[in-house]
């Protein structure tokens, strides 16, 4: 049974120091000392032996147990060591690579436009309104003096949800809404989407528009000249200069459109400006005084103008950008260059 309890201790002593992972060292230890183990195992022999070696016997064996226990113990502590160094050299920084480069993000160019044309307004004490774009057939065109017979409904291909409600073609049914609330001076600008059943390389059925409306007593076309000339130097620049030609809409009268020297060729004619010299941004006019009066507002003691334009055409031009759908591809590497 001594034998049979030191060959035990040699072939134990030898696996565990060479035992390289901390599974097979638990595997050992149930082998060797567990209850169905090695070392019980023998124990249970004991009865056969004289009273005198018992004792002995049951001695060494416990003096076995706490070997292999300490020689395990020992074991185990190397191996766990052994682990973490190896995981620290795996994860050891390198200080010395360079940096992963910090993107930062920056504003669409729709976004930075509108922001500008936002300061330029604030900026002549203008607020901002706004509307829904779910519209009604009265706010949209009736009460822009734009009768159901009238022909110039055909400007605004609209998408009609019912005969009466629609989404709006313009922000102008913001003019509307803010004339009814009652409170004069007007002076705000209207900014949102809008919405035309239109598609092309320069035109989208979803667009934006900003618009420009100011009543009070006393107000001119020279006003609204000047504001528009405040507004162009601010969004292209101060040597921009302004046209404003006769045109049409059923709100304003008169009525204009709103041209800017072209800023690749300074009005001499090139490809972006088709050999004019003028680049179209948008439209303006004396507030109708029919819309005036619809809207609650005596005509003959007030007046005002407005004007609107495309924040998309506006982002396109101040951009270089010859296709509308890139704004909306949001490609990053398009949107990145500006
Ligand atoms: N609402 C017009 C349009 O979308 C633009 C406009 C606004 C014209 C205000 C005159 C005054 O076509």
Known sequence: ?????????????QLINTANDLDVLNQLRVRFLGKKGEITSVLKGMGQLSPEERPVVGAMANELKNRIETVLEDRKVTLEREAKLQ??????????????PVIYGKAHPLTAVFAELKRIFLGMGFDVAEGPEIETDYYNFEA??????????????????????????????????????????????????????????????????IEALVIDKGITFANLKETINVMVKGIFGENRKTRLRPSYFPFTEPSAEVDVSCFVCDGVGCRLCKGS??????????????????????????SGFAFGMGIERIAMLKTGINDIRLIYENDLRFLNQF
Not at 1 to 13: C, G, R, T, Y
Not at 87 to 100: H, M, N, S, V, Y
């Open 87 to 100: 995981r620290l050299q795996k994860e050891e920084i390198d200080l010395t690579l360079p940096g992963e």
């Open 144 to 209: 822009l003096n734009i009768p159901r017979w009238h022909p110039a409904r055909d400007m605004q291909d609209t998408f009609f949800i019912t005969d009466e409600v629609l989404l709006r073609t313009h922000t102008s049914p913001i003019q509307v809404r803010t004339m009814q609330k009652g409170e004069l001076p007007i002076r705000i600008i209207a900014f949102g989407r809008v919405y035309r059943v239109d598609m092309d390389a320069t035109h989208i059925p979803n667009f934006r528009q």
């Open 277 to 302: 010299g003028w680049l179209e941004i948008g439209g303006a006019g004396m507030v109708h005084p029919r819309v005036l009066e619809m809207s609650g507002i005596d005509s003959e003691e007030y």
């Open 1 to 13: 049974m001594k034998e049979k309890l030191n060959s035990i201790e040699h072939e134990a002593l």
